[in-house]
């Protein structure tokens, strides 16, 4: 099993490239979310599209533990609420078209959903001004159970689903602190109920997956670190406009790298 785990990742190169990513994993369940989105063409093109959500689902998840513990009282309850139960509808129209598509168009869908929340937001931002009422916009009925489908399909189809939810909580117009609290709760949610799904549907969680998390641990543990550096160094304005501009490179990154 030792050896199965190893042989996955076959190159000096390979070790280096999944070890950052899981430092850039921790850095953004911790600080500036999005980073990680960064991880998920560099993920597919070491396991595969569809076979990376395995193995990556479980890092999310050990870095969602370290963010929860450090913002754990910092959190909004209600805007997680809100849209948990549309989220896990989009979980399962996510399991279902998982099954149905090549590891090409499973990529294509990753970045597809990260880019329609961009688009969202930038109609939703314009709209907000022209009605110089933001909550005119993001209290429509609709405004919630669209976001949680949208998060809940794009964590099922590629682990995708922090670019959707930044978008929505930005529009929220939450402060940084709580931005990155409430995103790190709701995410382990759907994370954490992603796992039966993925080990008893597509099958995609290995003991040899869970051995290569494992060593990444420290790496986890690094970025987070940096990730809560950098909360408190980056101003509030600069903050929210490198999260967006992490959310469009990585969405094209993902449809057409």
């Known amino acids: 099993m ?18 950052f990513c899981a430092m850039l994993i921790g850095v953004s369940k911790t600080g500036i979310q999005n980073v990680g989105t960064f991880t998920i063409p560099m993920f597919a093109l070491l396991f595969g599209a569809k076979f990376s959500t395995g193995i990556v689902l479980i890092l999310l998840c050990m870095a969602d533990l370290l963010a929860v513990i450090y913002y754990r009282k910092q959190f909004i309850w209600s805007e997680i609420k809100s849209m948990l139960p549309f989220s896990m509808l989009g979980l399962f129209i ?3 078209v998982g099954e149905y598509i090549d590891d090409g168009t499973f990529k294509f869908i990753m970045g ?29 009925w609709w405004y919630s159970p669209s976001f949680g489908l949208l998060v809940g399909f794009s964590t099922m189809i590629g682990n995708a689903a922090g670019p959707a939810l930044t978008i929505y909580l930005l529009t929220r117009k939450l402060n940084k602190v709580t931005l990155v609290a409430t995103g790190a709760w709701f995410i382990m949610i759907l994370n954490f ?9 597509w099958k995609n969680l290995t003991w040899e997956g869970i051995i290569l998390n494992c060593l990444a641990i420290p790496f986890i543990l ?3 670190y940096i990730g809560i550096k950098l909360v408190k160094i980056i101003p509030e304005k600069e903050f929210k406009i490198v999260i967006l501009a992490l959310v469009i490179i990585s969405s094209l990154m993902l449809m057409f790298g």
Do not use: H, R
Not at 8 to 19: D, T
Not at 193 to 201: E, R
């Open 2 to 19: 030792w050896d199965n785990a190893l042989e996955l990742i076959p190159s000096p190169g390979a070790w280096i490239l999944y070890f």
């Open 94 to 96: 996510g399991l279902f």
């Open 193 to 201: 109920s992603k796992i039966p799904l993925q080990l008893f549907v």
């Open 222 to 224: 690094l970025g987070g």
């Open 112 to 140: 597809a959903c990260i880019f329609i929340s961009v688009l969202l937001m930038i109609w939703g931002t314009n709209k907000a001004k022209k009605s110089q009422d933001a909550k005119d916009f993001t209290d429509n």
